[in-house]
């Protein structure tokens, strides 16, 4: 087995025996790349301990880099196993490859933990959250979610946004408790759903997320403007025009690439600020909102859309119908 630090070890503890609690009678796929490597031996590690049956697939092993599609032999073993997990640091045009197991996990009703752009720093904030406090806290606010008709936001940096609810799209929670009706990022915490339509000015002073993230980490002094109409981006500025470029070609990449599909708070009160890594980052309380792919088969949505980024902000104050529900990035629940 690989070598590695123990600090990472409560992270995977966390991430195996309270995320998706394993049973050590249950198959295991673990996903990882050789850059995500160590972190995965510390999750194998935890495996192993358990009891639980595994295997361990290297990406790089198997195929070039930039995946074209998911390799045969994973979507193979995924076929047979109850749990997954996929540590791995994302490529560019890679999504493609993503879905292709998503699709197995979703009809085979996987319970799988998403892991892309797992990092150390990751594993020793928000992986060590209290993720039974951060579940009931997600619970709390799908209560309030399910019943609420316009969601309103609001950011010093100059958001001003409204979502109408579809009441035919489901809101859901992936708070870090990991069960086989949806699978979930890890960090978790975060309650979402497809919009009916955003209308408005998000600002990411926060992140982008895909590949963007690595690229251009935390935007607190580039922020990026965008401005949304029915449930369209219509434009995108910022001092960085390389950013403001490349993340529109981004969201034209399909016709559905620059509608709103996702609607998103996040909920994991162990994340304090915006690291640079749209894995924890749009865990942080407050809103993010991505283009793209609405994960029609959580959420009921109908469309579809090759591609979804994150965008994420920072110190939201939101409203659900008349009530307020966070202040300055603190709940009120």
Same mark, same amino acid.
């Given at each position: 087995?690989?070598?590695?630090?123990?600090?990472?070890?409560?992270?995977?503890?966390?991430?195996?025996?309270?995320? +998706?609690?394993?049973?050590?009678?249950?198959?295991?796929? +673990?996903?990882?790349?050789?850059? *995500?490597?160590?972190?995965?031996?510390?999750?194998?590690?935890?495996?192993?301990?358990?009891?639980?049956? @595994?295997?361990?697939?290297?990406?790089? %092993? !198997?195929?070039?880099?930039?995946?074209?599609?998911?390799?045969?032999? /994973?979507?193979?073993?995924?076929?047979? #196993?109850?749990? *997954?997990?996929?540590?791995?640091?994302?490529?560019?045009?890679? !999504?493609?490859?993503?879905?292709?197991?998503?699709?197995?996990?979703?009809?085979?009703?996987?319970? @799988?933990?998403?892991?892309?752009?797992?990092?150390?720093?990751?594993?020793?904030?928000?992986?060590?959250?209290? $993720?039974?406090?951060?579940?009931?806290? #997600?619970?709390?606010?799908?209560?309030?979610?399910?019943?609420?008709?316009?969601?309103?936001?609001? #950011?010093?940096?100059?958001?001003?946004?409204?979502?109408?609810? &579809?009441?035919? $799209?489901?809101? +859901?929670?992936?708070?870090?408790?990991?069960?086989?009706?949806?699978?979930?990022?890890?960090?978790?915490?975060?309650?979402?759903?497809?919009?009916?339509?955003?209308?408005?000015?998000?600002?990411?002073?926060?992140? /982008?997320?895909?590949? !963007?993230?690595?690229?251009?980490?935390? !935007?607190?002094?580039?922020?990026?403007?965008?401005?949304?109409?029915?449930?369209?981006?219509? *434009?995108?500025?910022?001092?960085?025009?390389?950013? %403001?470029? %490349?993340?529109?070609?981004?969201? @034209?990449?399909?016709? &559905?690439?620059?509608? /709103?599909?996702?609607?998103?708070?996040?909920?994991?009160?162990?994340?304090?600020?915006?690291?640079? &890594?749209?894995?924890?980052?749009? =865990?942080?309380?407050?809103?993010?909102?991505?283009?793209?792919?609405? $994960?029609?088969?959580?959420?009921?949505?109908?469309? @579809?859309?090759?591609?979804?980024?994150? /965008?994420?902000?920072?110190?939201? *104050?939101?409203?659900?119908?008349?009530?307020?529900?966070?202040?300055?990035? =603190?709940?009120?629940?």
């Amino acid at each position: 087995m690989i070598a590695f630090d123990a600090e990472l070890t409560p992270g995977a503890r966390n991430a195996v025996r309270t995320c +998706l609690r394993i049973q050590p009678s249950e198959k295991v796929t +673990l996903i990882t790349d050789l850059r *995500s490597r160590e972190i995965a031996a510390a999750i194998e590690a935890e495996l192993a301990d358990l009891g639980a049956p @595994h295997r361990v697939f290297v990406l790089e %092993e !198997l195929s070039p880099r930039p995946l074209t599609d998911m390799p045969e032999a /994973v979507l193979e073993d995924l076929e047979s #196993s109850q749990v *997954s997990i996929f540590a791995v640091v994302a490529q560019q045009h890679e !999504l493609r490859s993503r879905m292709q197991m998503t699709d197995v996990v979703n009809r085979r009703k996987i319970r @799988h933990a998403h892991m892309v752009n797992i990092e150390k720093r990751i594993m020793l904030e928000g992986m060590r959250a209290d $993720y039974e406090a951060v579940d009931a806290l #997600s619970v709390r606010l799908l209560e309030v979610m399910r019943k609420a008709r316009v969601v309103r936001a609001v #950011s010093p940096a100059g958001t001003d946004i409204t979502s109408r609810v &579809n009441p035919e $799209y489901a809101w +859901l929670k992936t708070s870090g408790i990991i069960s086989e009706n949806t699978w979930g990022n890890l960090p978790g915490g975060e309650v979402w759903t497809t919009p009916g339509e955003v209308n408005g000015v998000f600002v990411v002073d926060g992140v /982008v997320g895909d590949y !963007l993230c690595a690229k251009y980490g935390d !935007l607190r002094e580039t922020p990026l403007t965008l401005r949304i109409r029915a449930n369209r981006l219509v *434009s995108a500025s910022s001092p960085n025009k390389e950013l %403001e470029d %490349e993340f529109w070609r981004y969201c @034209h990449t399909d016709e &559905n690439s620059d509608a /709103v599909g996702e609607f998103a708070i996040g909920t994991n009160i162990g994340v304090r600020d915006v690291i640079g &890594n749209i894995l924890q980052d749009e =865990k942080l309380p407050g809103v993010h909102i991505a283009f793209g792919n609405p $994960y029609g088969d959580h959420t009921g949505a109908k469309w @579809h859309s090759s591609t979804h980024i994150d /965008v994420v902000g920072r110190e939201f *104050s939101v409203w659900a119908d008349e009530r307020q529900i966070m202040q300055d990035g =603190k709940f009120l629940l």
